[in-house]
């Protein structure tokens, strides 16, 4: 009887590949960091305030485009839409950022990376922006 391994892709289980060595923290991956952390407790308290409003307080079948543009009649509840928005894309462009850092070692491919990231979350942000903005002016 003959034992055979399986390998599992490129590389046997226990093997070590050679993966660059990753600066010890830096200013910028920490601030990062603590973004995701602040924005991820933002977010609780936007998100489930919202929930709240939209599925417990208010009747799920009372909830169409009446309920909303009374909502949004308010300018609280706009900026409160609006600061969901804003957190929720920096808390997620910060996530990326670093998952960016992590797998893209090579300087010009993270550069290209985080410029492409930076650009979808301005994007995000100018619609997002636009959407609320229009619903205050009708």
């Known amino acids: ?3 055979r391994t399986v390998e599992t892709g490129p590389f046997r289980p226990g093997d070590r590949h050679a993966v660059a060595a ?7 991956r920490y601030r990062a960091w603590l973004l995701v952390r602040l924005t991820g407790l933002l ?3 936007l998100v489930l305030g919202h929930f709240a409003l939209t599925h417990i307080v208010t009747d799920v079948a009372d909830t169409g485009s009446a309920f909303v543009a009374r909502r949004w009649g308010s300018a609280f509840w706009l900026a409160w839409d609006w600061l969901m928005l804003v957190a929720a894309l920096a808390h997620g462009g910060a996530g990326v950022w670093i998952a960016i850092g992590d ?7 993270r550069g ?6 930076l650009a979808a979350v301005a994007v995000a942000f100018v619609l997002g922006s636009i959407t ?7």
Not at 22 to 28: D, H, K, W
């Open 1 to 3: 009887m003959s034992t």
């Open 22 to 28: 990753r600066q010890a923290g830096t200013r910028a």
């Open 43 to 45: 977010l609780s308290v």
């Open 103 to 109: 797998y893209a070692p090579a300087r010009p491919r």
């Open 112 to 117: 290209r990376l985080r410029g492409a990231l």
């Open 132 to 138: 609320i903005a229009r619903a205050t002016l009708g």
